[in-house]
Structures are given as C-alpha cells and as structure tokens.
C-alpha cells in the first residue's frame, strides 16, 4: 500500500514551482517543473476501512506526512496521523462484554459461608460438633455488630447432636451454646428448616423470633430424649454420673420446648419418650413453627373466604349465645 503511493507522488510533482513542498524541489533534467492539477492516483480500498480511508485522505491533502516518516519511532506505522487511535477491543474486553459473562467477578470469590453472611444468612448444614458451634456463634456475633436492627437468617438443615444413624457425635452443651447466644442477641432471628431439625436443632427453630419461624413443605421436625456417649470401659460411678448429666439435659430441653413451642412441659415430657416426628403441618400445630413456605400459598391464602362468608353462603346463621 505504501509503494502504491509514493510512486504517483513522486512522478506527480516536479518541484520548479515556488509552491511546490521543500521535500521535493529537485528538476528533473531537461524538464520543466510543472504542478500536475490532477489528484494523486490512489489504489482501490474498502470505502468502510476507516484506517484506509483516513490514510486515503491524508496522501491526497498532506503527502509530506506520509513521506517523511520519522526513523526511529515506536509509533507503529501510520497510526499517529489519528488523533485517538482506537483499536479492536482486546480478548478479555470482548469476553466481559458478552451478556452470560456480564457479571462475572473480577477476583476469585470467597468461599460460600462468606457469601451467605453478606446476605445475614446463617447456615447450620452438619451435626452439632464444638466447630460447627465455634462457627455458628461467631456468626451471629458478628451480625450483630455490623447492624443490630437488620433481622438475622438462621437456616437449619441439622440433626442435633447425633448422626442419622443416631450415634452421639457431640455433647448437648453444644446446641445450648447457639441458644443462648440467640437469646442474647438484639436482632430479629428468623429461622428456617430446610430438611431436618432433629433434637437440639428443633430447639434452635423453635426458639426463632415469634412469628418469624418457618419451615419448607418438606422438611421434618424430631425432638427426641438427649443420649449418653459411649461408656466405653468406664467405672460404674462415672456412668451413674454421666447417666444424671444426661437426665439434667433432658429435663433443660423439655422446659426450653416448652416455653416456645407454648406447651406444657407434661406434654411436651410426654411425646419425648420416644422419637417424636413431624410434619410440617404437625410441627405447626405442635408450635415449633409458625408458618410453612411453600410458593402460592399468600396468594391462595388471600383468595379463601372468611368464616362469616362462608356461613353466610351456607345458609347458616349464627346467634349469641343465651
């Protein structure tokens, strides 16, 4: 393209003429140096190149730019005739600019509990173990001190202080640690099952704030007696003793059901001699909970007739008692 233009240029003008550019005033001999009013022949380029048109433009009105490039420059060629180069976007420009990529982050994210926080979620995903508890607490702590009027959300997806297979896996001491650090915050708690709330996890569900206890359609409620570890090889003495630990905890935990499940501690005392499992309608009725989320159900709720309505389009009428 460059040797395409500077033959013409350099047969187009003869440099006699006062008007003529300094570069180029040598004659050649036995010629008269003229100025050719014709334009510069250009070769054919793409109308919709704007890097060819603009070069284009300029060897038609300002050869000397084109001719006397400088040396030693670390412009590359015939880029500084714009004003503001603007070159194809590079690889990673093009890559964020694609709408499935829009929001990607820029830096590697944290890890998900993090992320769960910055959105004042607390999730109790395991067993109740001395680092489960660690965590959990720290949690609300923090919360607290980063806004003690914003509410706090505490999902439960836990079967207590034992494993499914109902082998101890952590001392009742645990779950009354997180419920006492509930009891002692200013914020709202909000809480959530999200699968199971098994012995001390139903504890924790129920002692959410009033009216603010949920639990998902499918989820189950288990409160059950607290075990005794393992005694292994131990003397008599210490089982005896283990064995009234045992019993205090017991007697702990029904008094705490009751006082937020609304109950009586009889009944409550009652249903815990054995494994006693619920719905979540039957944790609604029991009190663990207040309401069940499951998606509709204000809608639904808002389109059902009051009981009025309903006698009234029955035909039933309602007198005061005598």
Sequence with gaps: MVTGLRVPMASSFLCSSPSLPVFNRRCLSKTVCVLNSAKIPMPPINPNDPFLSKLASVAATSPEILVNRPSNSDTP??????????????????????????????????????????????????????????????????????????????????????????????????????????????????????????GQACLLLAAGSKGKRFMMPHSKAMIQQPRAPSSGLMPASDVFIRAKEVIINRDTLVKLLAKHTGNSIETVADVMKRPFYMDATRAKEFGVIDKILWRGQEQIMSDVAAPEEWDKNAGIKAFDAI
Excluded: C
Aim: hydrophobic letters at 40%; charged letters at 20%.
């Design 77 to 198: 060629p015939y880029l500084d005739i714009f004003d503001s180069p603007k070159l194809m976007a590079t690889p990673a420009q093009v890559e964020r600019s694609v709408s499935y990529n829009e929001h990607r982050p820029r830096r590697p994210p944290p890890d998900l509990p993090s992320l769960l926080l910055h959105g004042r979620i607390v999730y109790i995903g395991m067993p109740l173990v001395p680092a489960v508890t660690e965590l959990v607490i720290a949690e609300l702590m923090y919360l607290q001190w980063m806004d003690p009027k914003e509410p706090i959300f505490l999902y439960i997806n836990s079967t207590g202080t034992t494993r499914d297979d109902g082998e101890t896996v952590g001392m009742e001491t645990e779950g009354f640690a997180i419920y006492d650090a509930m009891m002692q915050l200013k914020n709202e708690i909000h809480t959530v099952a999200v699968g199971a709330a098994i």
